[in-house]
């Protein structure tokens, strides 16, 4: 299984990005997804997660209501809308895959494929 984030990248406070993370080597309509994110020196944060259902969705507080996650089983990608991005948001942005449930979890220790990683930077 191979995961590949993109679309991080530097934005003003109040801005916008959206990341993608296009899976390959498993079955994606049956994966459950999740992006995660690290700032320097912390630890790494659920951000959101989507299970095998496009209306199955969780959100940490910290970015319910300014993210978005959804997925296209088509394109075998799942999404990260970032709306109203604040400096605090700045962290490597990883996403996940997990084979075993079909709902998400915050847990990291529930997903069992990593991708490389995207940073996102956003300026006061």
């Known amino acids: 299984v191979q995961l590949q984030a993109s679309g991080g990248g530097l934005v003003q406070a109040g801005g916008s990005l959206r990341l993608s993370c296009a899976a390959s080597?498993?079955?994606?309509?049956?994966?459950?997804m999740g992006w995660f994110r690290q700032a320097p020196g912390k630890e790494r944060d659920f951000v959101a997660g989507?299970?095998?259902?496009?209306?199955?969705?969780y959100y940490e507080n910290f970015v319910k209501g300014r993210f978005t996650i959804t997925r296209d089983d088509a394109k075998n990608t799942v999404y990260l809308q970032m709306n109203s991005l604040k400096p605090e948001d700045t962290a490597v942005y990883y996403c996940?895959?997990?084979?075993?449930?079909?709902?998400?979890?915050?847990?990291?220790?529930?997903?069992?494929?990593w991708g490389q990683g995207t940073q996102v930077t956003v300026s006061s």
């Open positions: 989507i299970g095998w259902s496009r209306t199955s969705t």
């Open positions: 080597g498993r079955s994606f309509s049956r994966s459950t």
């Open positions: 996940a895959l997990d084979v075993r449930s079909r709902l998400p979890t915050a847990a990291a220790a529930g997903y069992d494929y």
